[in-house]
């Protein structure tokens, strides 16, 4: 088992920037990928950013250029550092760990992009 707690989530103006942290139970990296995803309402949850088992990352279009993804696998937390932020990025954003047919997912934290 892999718990996952996410926080940083808040209300912030278009334009501006949040840092979500994710703190893992366990390693976030090597065997398996660790990231970020998002579900806004109405819509499928979908892939935000994520590092691979070889340590590279991957971004979705939407939002390659203005999230960054890090890790600190010393202190076991993964960062999703998000600017120039847009209502769209509007949605609940979770921490996700995948570990060969195993998914674990942290309870999510409320992003909300609105002026």
């Known amino acids: 088992q892999v718990q996952l707690v996410e926080s940083g989530g808040g209300l912030v103006q278009p334009g501006g920037s949040l840092r979500l942290s994710c703190a893992a139970s366990?390693?976030?990296?090597?065997?398996?990928?660790m990231g970020w995803y998002r579900q806004a309402p109405g819509k499928e949850r979908e892939l935000v950013a994520r590092f691979t088992s070889g340590g590279s990352t991957i971004y979705a279009d939407s939002v390659r250029g203005r999230f960054t993804i890090s890790g600190d696998n010393a202190r076991r937390v993964v960062y999703l550092q998000m600017n120039s932020l847009e209502p769209e990025d509007t949605a609940v954003y979770y921490c996700?760990?995948?570990?060969?047919?195993?998914?674990?997912w942290g309870q999510g934290t409320q992003v909300t992009v609105s002026s």
């Open positions: 366990a390693s976030i990296f090597g065997f398996g990928y």
């Open positions: 996700n760990r995948k570990l060969g047919v195993h998914d674990y």
